[in-house]
């Protein structure tokens, strides 16, 4: 090898292991020490040396997530040892029966080592032969993640194959899928002969909403609840499908090892430490505790703070620490003895479809919600469902009368799961669909491809209104004080007919309005006029274009920079942006290409209304460019609101703290956030002095 090819070898060896070590430091430890356009530049210097010399290309290069040909199959992987399932308790008592079986299958063993235990009083003092002072057993916790189980195997440090867990025996080979998950390292940070790590694939829950925005935008079908997204997701034949799902991977047991001159672990929390310093991001809160009471103690505390958690989570995992002890208890079946998931309360009850209401939509979409009768599900009572479309009615079975089974999952709008059949009396009704618009009365159309009928009025009362509500929204024009019940009110004394009308009223015409006095008329004037000149990928998604929202908007923005070259883009055109296909691009056209909605941005345009274009817009509104805040706590306003401001003056909100974190505002009941905050010494604001923060910089809150 000459000197020029050997400097360049060193030089992409060590810019690969620096990016490993950034991003076990950003997605592992949650310890960044470097910015995003940092972290970029180094990607994109070493992608430029690896397509200059190919010859170096390896697969375990940080380069190489994505980039394997889609499958057309997945092929059966055979797990070398078992990955078991877990029994499972769903209340103390059957937790407690489950600790004595625990104790009493050690007590046929020569009861528990002392090196698993400590000298405490038995919690069954009562029914034991002990004289109180009965060792207790550790165990250790960890809360139960509700995605998809996967075993990924490191053969000298390398990734080499990961599979499904399957029926825990055989599995699917998702390897190439696997690879596409940034917080799975394709190279450990210590190069054993093999190590195996099972653990959970899951869907962040504060990327759900957006992720399903996206699949209604493309016409597809929503995913029911995160786990779904999860499973969905890593199951994709394609591998640079399942590279844009944002997927995240969490560790919390250990299959086939073979260390070397390295002892093997003697407890499940030397496991953790393991996987943990392998660079392997571990099961968060686990903690190791004494005894039953402090297992029922931390199912408390994590049943606590569920909802505050980023994934779903349906429970806590128990297992006996000492890895000695889980070989002496052994196996029932295909489950262990030694360990137990205790399950929260179920997030779904039986209960009746009484009805289905049809709903017209701002693109004219007809769509069904179940009507219920209501029932507590998760501590909320709950009187309606998501249905969808005609499709998923088929496809579930259902006819009113039916008792169905519905379910709640965090933050995720409720769902029928299915009909209950067996409990049908013959007096359960067919849902038929509308052949008329429920508000108007027009007939409706259903286009051959598509799940929905449609309103085919442009007048359409619904329609119009929920068009005025889209345009005032957070993510378009965001005009705040004018929402559904405003716009009623403006619609019902003839005082606006189209977006385009919002910019001629006067103080004058609401101050009349019922609930409406001076003051409030003078702000949502002043709230319209301020809409005017919004960033254009926000006056693209307002124009309510069908099958483009939030996220094809910045893509549709950045790509042509001004309405006018996007008006005048082809089908052709607009199908080389990646994320854009045929069906979005027709409706892009055929939008500019209807002479009614040309009509209304003329309009729009003469009333002052000019969307500021992106490099205007990145001028304006870089004023928090390079700072990251982290939200926590019940605040005022949505999170996603204040979120979305942030990110519009340049800011990074991210979801947990860190030493790279520079503000954490918090609310009322902030939990743990607040408290990582104060011991990293990052700085806080509370709502006052984030008004005051943005008073500051000139930020309107």
Sequence with gaps: MDIDKQLIAEEIERLREEIRRHNYLYYVV????????????????????????????????????????PVTAFKSVAHSIPMLSLGKVTSQGEFLAFHKRVRDGLRQDNAVERSNSIELPSVFDSDSESDGSEAQIIYSCEPKLDGLAVSVRYEDGVLVLSATRGDGNLGEDVTQNIRTIKSI?????????????????????????????????????????????????????????????????????????????EEPPKSHREELELLRKAGLRVVPLAEPLNGPLEVAEYFKRIAEIRESLDFEIDGVVVKVDDIETQRRLGEISRSPRWAVAWKFPAQEKVTTLEGVLWNVGRTAAVTPVALLTPVEIAGVTVQRASLHNEDQIEKLGL?????????????????????????????????????????????????????????????????????????????????????????????????????????RLRKEDVANLERFAEKSAENLIEAIRASKNRPLARFINALGIRHVGETVAKMLSAEYGSLDKLAQASVEDLTLIEGVGPEIAKAIVDFFGNENNRKLIEKLRNLGVEPILPEKESKTEAILEGLTFVLTGTLSRPRDEIKAILESYGAKVSGSVSKATDYVIHGDSPGSKLDKANQLNVKTLDEEALREFFRDRGIAF
Excluded at 30 to 47: G, H, Q
Excluded at 187 to 197: D, I, S, W
Excluded at 235 to 253: G, N
Aim: charge should be negative; glycine fraction near 6%.
């Design 185 to 261: 390292p394709l190279k450990l940070r210590q190069k054993f002969p093999v190590l195996e790590a099972r653990g959970e694939v899951v869907f962040p829950k504060s990327k759900f909403a957006t992720m399903n925005e996206m699949r209604i935008e493309r016409g597809e079908e929503p995913f029911a609840n995160p786990r779904n997204a999860a499973a969905g997701s890593l199951r994709q034949l394609d591998p640079k499908i399942t590279a844009e799902r944002p997927l995240e991977a969490f560790f919390y047991a250990v299959g086939a090892i073979d260390l070397g001159a």
């Design 30 to 69: 949650d310890l960044p020490e470097i910015s995003d356009s940092e972290y970029d530049a180094l990607f994109d210097r070493l992608s430029a040396l690896e397509e200059a010399n190919p010859e170096s290309i390896s697969p375990d290069s940080p380069t190489q997530r994505v980039g394997a040909e």
């Design 399 to 503: 006819k009113i009368g039916d008792k169905v089974l519905v379910r709640r999952a965090g933050d995720v709008i409720p769902y029928i799961v299915r009909a209950m059949e067996e409990l049908r009396t013959g007096g359960e009704r067919e849902i038929i669909p509308p052949e008329k618009c429920p508000d108007c009365g027009s007939e409706l159309v259903k286009e051959m491809g598509d799940v929905y009928r449609r309103c085919p009025n442009i007048s359409c009362p619904s329609v119009v209104a929920e068009s005025l509500t889209h345009w005032a929204s957070r993510s378009a024009m965001d005009i705040d004080g004018l929402g559904p019940k405003q716009i009623a009110q403006l619609l019902r004394e003839n005082l606006i007919a189209d977006v385009g009308d919002l910019y």
